[in-house]
């Protein structure tokens, strides 16, 4: 048999690797941009028609080429950014490989225009499927511009697995957002079909963000930065009331190169666990800078996914940054506050008719037992963080100003649905609305809190310090009690049995569905009936079974809090508002309960002015 193997004309080849390269428009619209920038451009045009299937065209004001580079730039591995495999891991560039034009050109028609600043005349080049059409001097201004059209049109196949134009349109913005997201210094303009559609001034990382998600972001994101030997790290994360029911705005960048990796984005997920809910996807931008020797970024086509040398060390830093990003966040609302004193005292125009609230309060209720007596519900395991921390939100007693004249209580009306305690010895006044919310004046408005959330959240970090420090907060029962259960809550309890001795219960087996309690964890049993705050438990144990997929002990952790919390419905004293609100301020994660709801909000004076305009 005659030899058969033949070398591929460079067009088929080029066709070849277009396939891997160029999927669809937005994947020439990534490559030309990013050539843009390595080109040292300042100012990037994008104009696109009928979503990239007619023209796409990329105008740069960089360094540009001179005739002979124009013409090389087209060829298969023709590149001006390495020249030897060693520089593979020095890579500071978007591209290496050479690959981007040579497949752009093969399938399509070009028009390149490019002058450097040194050359009073530029280059005109004109490809079709590879093959030079054109090569003229022109006159332009300096830097480059590449008109790509007609995409694909020698290859049907991929252009028939071409979606809707206005999918295909939002995978060319998601490139322009990736790199305008990362360019912060370069101006971006994207026109569609004749139009302008995005502006994206210079500015800074923050500012770039907020111009390209809504100027609403300024106030959705929490700094992260971090900085050891081996990487940098900076960016944002969404807070977490504003994570997402789907996969959105989750952008990783490694050494300014957008990536991919589950990984990754696995570590901030995890920083984020138990601060949003299950099915939520919180946002991100984070920014890696590392020596390019630790990561390997020929590994992909479209080089979206990188190679980590230790991947892991990557995974720890990225969910430590995030968490203590997270956790700065908890006790930073005192930045927003401003020495705002306008709401501290309800109007008195002298019109409105005064009633002392009708309803009684039990001064010695206390759903914490001991609580009351300390002020800290949680006791003093949860007043280790930042105690009284919320303190700062309110306003300071000298920059009270005092009244002229004390308010009487004839000169405000206060509905019987208010139930208000005793102002504190700091003079902040708690107010129960509905029995479920705690409300309160803070510098820049009303806070509202939802008082079981709260007390579950509370529960809920006091429970995880228990079991860290196994067996510190435990209460001896002088009357062990029995509890009976049946026979498929006795099977739960067994499973969970030593979690729940985690927590600071003293519980054994009798045998036959009994069980005895010998032991609870301390203060905050007083009012619950034994054997409904065991049976609650283990209800709620199977019901986060069914919801969530959290390991037993979080569910057991989960649960208990959830159990023994004050529920919706309960009349609360001043005292114990105030003991909330100190214990919950006290938590590493005030905002959120233990299952990702909201705690707490602040209506701002602002909204307070724009609802009475
Ligand atoms: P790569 O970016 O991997 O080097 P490309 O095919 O994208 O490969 O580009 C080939 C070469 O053409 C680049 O290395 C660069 O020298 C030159 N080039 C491409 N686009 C531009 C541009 N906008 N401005 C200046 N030079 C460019
Ligand atoms: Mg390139």
């Excluded at 002058?115 to 093959?131: L, N, Y």
């Excluded at 500015?203 to 963000?209: A, D, F, M, V």
């Excluded at 990225?318 to 306008?342: C, H, M, Q, W, Y």
């Excluded at 479920?436 to 959240?457: F, N, W």
Aim: hydrophobic residues 40%; charged residues 25%; glycine residues 6%.
């Amino acid at each position: 048999m005659s030899d058969i193997i033949k070398l591929l004309p460079d067009a088929v080849a080029n066709q070849i690797a277009a396939g891997e390269v160029i999927q669809r428009p937005a994947s020439a619209v990534k490559e030309l941009l990013e050539n843009a920038i390595d080109a040292g451009a300042e100012n990037i045009k994008l104009i696109i028609k009928d979503a990239g299937k007619t023209l796409i065209q990329v105008t740069d004001d960089g360094i540009g080429m001179s005739d002979t580079d124009a013409r090389l730039s087209f060829e298969r591995h023709a590149t001006s950014k390495i020249t030897q495999a060693s520089d593979l891991f020095a890579i500071r560039t978007m591209g290496f490989r050479g690959e981007a034009l040579a497949s752009i050109a093969a399938i399509s028609r070009v028009e390149l225009k490019t002058r450097t600043a040194d050359q009073q005349i530029g280059t005109r080049i004109e490809i079709e499927a590879a093959k030079l059409e054109v090569q003229e001097p022109c006159n332009c201004p300096k830097g480059t511009s590449i008109a790509v059209k007609n995409l694909f049109f020698n290859t049907p196949a991929r252009r028939n697995f071409l979606k809707s134009d206005n999918v295909e349109k939002r995978h060319i913005l998601t490139e322009l957002q990736r790199v305008a997201i990362v360019n912060p210094e370069i101006a971006f303009q994207y026109y569609q079909n004749n139009q302008l559609s995005h502006q994206f001034n210079k500015s800074n990382l923050k500012q770039r963000i907020a111009h390209v998600f809504g100027s609403n972001y300024n106030q959705r994101l929490i700094p992260v930065e971090e900085e050891t030997q081996i990487v940098k790290l900076s960016g944002f994360v969404g807070k977490p009331e504003y994570a997402k029911k789907v996969r959105g705005e989750q952008f990783l960048f490694v050494n300014r190169r957008f990536i991919r990796s589950p990984y990754l984005n696995h570590a901030v997920e995890l920083a984020f666990h138990e601060l949003i809910p299950e099915d939520a996807f919180p946002s991100f931008f984070l920014f890696l800078e590392t020596d390019p020797g630790q990561i390997d970024v020929n590994v992909h086509p479209t080089k979206t996914e990188i190679k980590f040398q230790d991947e892991r060390y990557f995974y720890q830093i990225v969910k430590s940054a995030v968490k203590k990003a997270l956790g700065s966040f908890n006790i930073t609302p005192t930045l927003d506050f401003e020495r705002e004193t306008a709401f501290d005292r309800p109007p008195a125009d002298g019109r409105s008719v005064i009633k002392p609230p009708e309803i009684k309060v039990n001064p010695e209720f206390n759903p914490f037992g001991h609580a009351g007596k300390t002020g800290h519900p949680g006791g003093n395991l949860t007043s280790r963080i930042n105690p009284g921390q919320w303190e700062k939100l309110f306003p300071g007693q000298d920059d009270v100003p005092l009244p002229e004249e004390p308010i009487s209580s004839e000169q405000v009306t206060i509905s019987p649905e208010w139930k208000e305690g005793n102002e504190d010895k700091n003079g902040t006044k708690f107010f129960q609305l509905h029995n479920r919310y705690i409300i309160t004046p803070v510098k820049s408005g009303l806070m509202l809190i939802d008082q079981q959330r709260a007390h579950e959240r509370i529960l809920f970090e006091r429970f995880q310090m228990i079991q860290a420090h196994r067996g510190v907060s435990s209460q001896q029962l002088l009357f062990p009690e029995h509890i009976r259960l049946n026979d498929h809550d006795a099977d739960i309890l067994k499973e969970i049995v030593e979690e729940v001795k985690s927590l600071g219960f003293g519980i054994n087996e009798l045998g036959t569905g009994t069980f005895v309690v010998d032991a609870i964890p301390a203060d905050i049993m007083e009012d619950h009936v034994l054997q409904e705050v065991i049976e609650g438990i283990i209800e709620q144990v199977k019901k986060n079974r069914l919801e969530l997929k959290n390991d037993l002990r979080a569910n057991v952790l989960r649960s208990t809090a959830k159990r023994l919390a004050v529920r919706h419905g309960k009349a609360l004293s001043h005292e114990e508002m105030r003991a909330i609100c100190d214990s919950l301020f006290a938590c590493s994660m005030p905002q959120t309960s233990p299952a990702g709801k909201t705690v707490l909000k602040i209506i701002s004076n602002d909204d307070l002015s724009a609802m009475f305009k």
